[in-house]
């Protein structure tokens, strides 16, 4: 059986993707305050009514339909075998979700569009309040699974600066000047080079955290208890 979208549903993809990156791009050249709702669908060509039905409030324009679910981040963190770290969880997890859509995409912009998203959202500070508030289950979950490699509870201090460090890292990405450097409408596999670093770099805190596996193997012994095992 064909399980694709019938072609009602696909005109109203169609409808929805043109209302958003027609508000995208309003958005950018006029600013968040100043686009109204019938400039965007003047520019979506559509009814202001139809803007309304898809998208009941300017806001959902660029909170609507969040491709990184915390439900699938739990589910990947669970999922994950006993010698995977939560780390490896979460960067598979970003693969897995970024290569899905990269697929799906009607028009090839998916990360092009996520990146102009970034951008609005970090010039207002009322949208920067509400993103950033967005990701505090994030945080939670992946301190309470780097806890669980370190032995440690989620709440510790090395769990959660590690947990913030890669959530603050993924969710800043789009505003460093090395995804700025990327070609304009960049591929999966383009932002997964940067994800890798963000990565990296919350594993070499973790990495020098005291207990973590790898200090304990890196710490060296003292001169006295080399002393004493001579004795």
């Given at each position: 059986?064909?399980?694709?979208?019938?072609?009602?549903?696909?005109?109203?993809?169609?409808?929805?993707?043109?209302?958003?990156?027609?508000?995208?791009?309003?958005?950018?050249?006029?600013?968040?305050?100043?686009?109204?709702?019938?400039?965007?669908?003047?520019?979506?060509?559509?009814?202001?009514?139809?803007?309304?039905?898809?998208?009941?409030?300017?806001?959902?324009?660029?909170?609507?339909?969040?491709?990184?679910?915390?439900?699938?981040?739990?589910?990947?963190?669970?999922?994950?075998?006993?010698?995977?770290?939560?780390?490896?969880?979460?960067?598979?997890?970003?693969?897995?979700?970024?290569?899905?859509?990269?697929?799906?995409?009607?028009?090839?912009?998916?990360?092009?569009?996520?990146?102009?998203?970034a951008h609005i959202i970090d010039a207002e500070?009322?949208?920067?309040?509400?993103?950033?508030?967005?990701?505090?289950?994030?945080?939670?979950?992946?301190?309470?699974?780097?806890?669980?490699?370190?032995?440690?509870?989620?709440?510790?201090?090395?769990?959660?600066?590690?947990?913030?460090?890669?959530?603050?890292?993924?969710?800043?990405?789009?505003?460093?000047?090395?995804?700025?450097?990327?070609?304009?409408?960049?591929?999966?596999?383009?932002?997964?080079?940067?994800?890798?670093?963000?990565?990296?770099?919350?594993?070499?805190?973790?990495?020098?955290?005291?207990?973590?596996?790898?200090?304990?193997?890196?710490?060296?012994?003292?001169?006295?208890?080399?002393?004493?095992?001579?004795?």
């Open positions: 059986m064909d399980e694709r979208p019938d072609r009602r549903e696909r005109k109203k993809q169609r409808t929805r993707l043109a209302i958003q990156e027609s508000a995208f791009e309003l958005f950018a050249e006029r600013g968040y305050r100043e686009t109204t709702i019938n400039a965007i669908a003047d520019r979506a060509d559509v009814a202001p009514r139809t803007v309304t039905v898809h998208f009941p409030t300017k806001e959902e324009l660029l909170f609507d339909a969040e491709p990184f679910t915390l439900e699938s981040l739990v589910d990947a963190l669970e999922a994950r075998q006993p010698n995977e770290s939560a780390l490896d969880a979460l960067r598979a997890w970003m693969a897995s979700t970024m290569t899905a859509f990269d697929a799906g995409e009607l028009n090839g912009r998916f990360w092009e569009r996520r990146a102009l998203r500070p009322e949208l920067r309040g509400r993103a950033r508030a967005g990701y505090h289950e994030f945080e939670r979950v992946l301190a309470d699974a780097i806890g669980h490699d370190l032995g440690q509870p989620g709440t510790a201090l090395s769990p959660r600066l590690a947990a913030l460090t890669a959530v603050t890292g993924l969710r800043e990405l789009y505003e460093t000047d090395e995804a700025r450097a990327l070609p304009s409408s960049p591929k999966a596999a383009d932002l997964l080079a940067l994800v890798d670093r963000v990565i990296a770099f919350t594993r070499a805190g973790i990495d020098r955290t005291p207990g973590s596996p790898t200090s304990r193997r890196k710490t060296p012994v003292s001169r006295t208890r080399q002393a004493s095992k001579r004795d």
